[in-house]
């Protein structure tokens, strides 16, 4: 994926994709009003299904970039509640179809608490396993479900007390619903919490960085997929009229992979299109028969190697790159926060990685509007001080607070939210966001506007959009970047980097603000600004962590120096100070000569 | 007493065949970082190369094995060359996908080439029941055993033993390292893709015998090796023999005292409660949430 497709496709792609989704909604409904036969309208509407149910995949393997396999289980779980409720219990879709959302949606919420604790392919083979075990029930509770031969007569689709024939009237119905779910997941996905997705799925240390809450996000995702799946597949046994246990197979699953990937699995119009393709093309190509899911197969495996984005994606790449970017906001300071100043203490913090003691009874203590500097020889435990400071790493013993909050325990992001920020050795900048994405994120992180609530109520796009982007235009200003507000994260060198990283540092009204070796790479003027930057912001009483290596940038700037070595604390004190004391000398001189 | 003697030889040969699956599954994660979802899929290839090979050739079962394996080690290349090597620098979950593809076209491919119909492979060796007593030993069940334990041993012999098997483990400890250090990492991750094909197909041989193979054959196979993985802990090599052993044995128990669905749903609840409570295996190293 390269730089720019991402950055059109964050900045303004999504309105193209709102353009591509209406456009390709308005073809379908002129094919079908005018030359639409009674087969193509059952075709359609098959389609409409799993265009539902692949919108539903987009938010947990598009998105969240998690790869469930259980989507098919839910799909194949709304079915069957619409064809028990419907076909044995006579009940009416106006019970069924809420139900048959519900019912995936309950699933999932119990399932998830546990799966979504696993990374990576854990959670893919957990979540095959629930697939596999939803089939064997089915297949096996013969009373309830008819068994692998299934049930029949699965009633139509009343709405507002009409039955809806089939033919034009049920393609409409099946597909007034995509229109809706489309409606849905645009609006929570074209704003900041879009943007948050990206970062989470591509850069967990910057989402952790940025305070995004990783596990609600990932819970969120997970339920709307189920729920999306559950309403697909209760259309569909009213389509089809027959519900059998091969809606759960594994065909179903992987088809539905290959049609998000095919057509695009963060992009609606790449839903439409993913759904609508490997519909027809049996259709079209009638020598496919029977062996359609090779092709699947092998389209597959070629779009993931060529054009991980789908077609959507490709589409909105041609056109996007000729649009202008929008023009940036007027800058508005950041409204103040309460202050956040407050003391950090850490007592006796230890941390043991198999046999090596890397931190031992490490106490600190950070007061507000204090450069805190902290130097050592290289493995001396500094960065897993900061690491265990800002909760990357466990500590396993020992006391922390800011304040009177106290932070053993709490996930990296509620820490960086709590008001210790975090910049990184090698920065952890999501390379396809651009700048003022990266800072406004943050922004809407720190102001608690990201997740579904908030983006369905619209407060991460529009005008709080405008808002969040304004606030961190000040601060882009604040630490010299604004000029570059809309380059891509990844394009920046090492001289602009560290200044993005305090930027969004910044944006989470911290009252410490932690960075690692900042001035490596910068020359000397850079160096300067660098020291008066952070003096600038100690000035407003925010404190700053600092390890650094670098002795001639560190030790004018610092207005206290702890030393550490073999994880423990050797010095502290004043810089004149720490430097001349012989067991800072003695430390260092037993492995490389004092870097001064 | 007789019979559950009966029930654990056929319950460890399963569980022998499990291993040999389960062991290309850690090589190629540990190599790549990656989980290839094709592995049952392979099983399930190398189970009808057999049989066609035995339908071509008028050989005994033994000795079309190594030919099977052979083949199957170049399928393997041609896997890594498909679905890894063009995506090594993506997500790992690009990689399930791409797998996960091949799989789709090789169960695909085997429908349109044999059909739907169960195909069985010859057996490795074929005679009369060994009769001690009232006890009937399948010969079929102890030469899977047999040679599950050769090709096992031979494969844990490679690893430690052999500068071949250093560089194996050097490039799935520290990819980064091993290539500073001049080893070629990129033909040691074929060769695990290779080594990983090679025992999926020796599996699918000698497990078309006793339990037949159909196109769909793989998908449960590779939940059922994962398991095995999942109980011995990533790490481990031994980890993941033991855990299919005590699969099999699971399985054939389960399934004779209830029935194979049960055996099956069991299996499946069990993988899922380990991973929520012991995400890095009964017995296995702390791995966590390691990728």
Known sequence: MTVADTRASARHGLGDDALWTVLLLAALAAYAGTRASPYDLRVLALAGCQALLVLGYQFIFGHAGALSLAQGAFFGLGAYVTAILGARYHWGFAATFPLSILAPLALAAVVAVPLLRLASHYFALATLGLAQVALLLVVNAGDWTGGALGLTGVPGIVILGEAVPRGLPLAAAVWGIVALGAWLSWRVTHGITGTAYAVLRTDPLAAAATGLAQTRLRFSAFLLSAAYAGAAGALQAHTVGVVSSETLEFSVMVTCLAMTVIGGSTRIAGALLGALLLTYLPEWLRFLEGHALLAYGAALLAMIILAPEGIAGVLGRAFAGRRRAPDLPEPVPAPPQESRSATLEARSLSKRFGGVLALDRVDLVIEPGEILGLIGPNGSGKTTLANVISGLVPADDGVMRLGSTGLRGLSAEKIALAGIARGFQTPALPPSLSVLELVALARASAAGKIGFLSSLLGRDAGKGRRRFEAEALDLLGRVGISSEADRPCGTLPAALAWRVELARALALDPGIIILDEPAAGLGEREQAELGAALREIAGHGIALLVIEHNMPFLLPTAHRIVVLDQGRVIAKGRPAEVVRDPSVIAAYLGRESLPA | ?291
């Open chain 2, 1 to 291: 007493m007789v019979t559950i003697l009966q029930l654990a030889l056929n319950g460890l040969a399963l569980g022998a065949a499990y291993a040999l699956v389960a062991l290309g599954f850690v090589l190629v994660l540990n190599a790549t970082g990656a989980v290839n979802f094709a592995q049952g899929d392979l099983v399930m290839a190398g189970g009808y190369a057999a049989a066609a090979l035995a339908a071509a050739l008028p050989l005994p079962g033994l000795a079309l094995l190594p030919i099977v394996i052979g083949t199957m080690a170049l399928l393997g290349l041609a896997v890594s060359a498909l679905a890894y090597f063009p995506l090594m620098r993506r997500p790992a979950t690009a990689v399930f996908v791409s797998t996960i593809a091949i799989g789709l076209v090789l169960q695909n491919a085997a429908l349109g080439l044999f059909g739907p119909e169960p195909r069985t492979a010859p057996p490795v060796w074929d005679s009369e029941p060994l009769r001690w007593g009232a006890l009937a030993l399948s010969p079929q069940a102890l030469a899977v055993i047999a040679i599950a334990t050769v090709l096992v041993l031979g494969q844990a012999w490679l690893l430690a033993r052999t500068r071949l098997g250093r560089n194996l483990r050097a490039t799935a400890q520290d990819r980064e390292m091993a290539a500073a250090l001049g080893i070629p990492v990129n033909a040691m991750i074929a060769l695990s893709f290779a080594l990983a094909a090679a025992l999926a197909g020796a599996a699918g041989a000698l497990l078309a015998n006793q339990f037949f193979v159909t196109p769909t054959a793989g998908g449960a196979l590779i939940l059922k090796a994962y398991i095995a993985v999942v109980i011995g802990g990533w790490g481990s090599l031994a980890g993941a023999a033991v855990g299919a052993l005590l699969v099999g044995l699971f399985e054939t128990v389960v399934a004779a005292a209830v029935s194979y669905t049960a055996a099956s749903a069991l299996l499946y609840a069990a993988l899922l409660l380990i991973l929520l409570l012991r995400p890095q295996g009964l017995f296995g190293e702390a791995a966590g949430r390691r990728a």
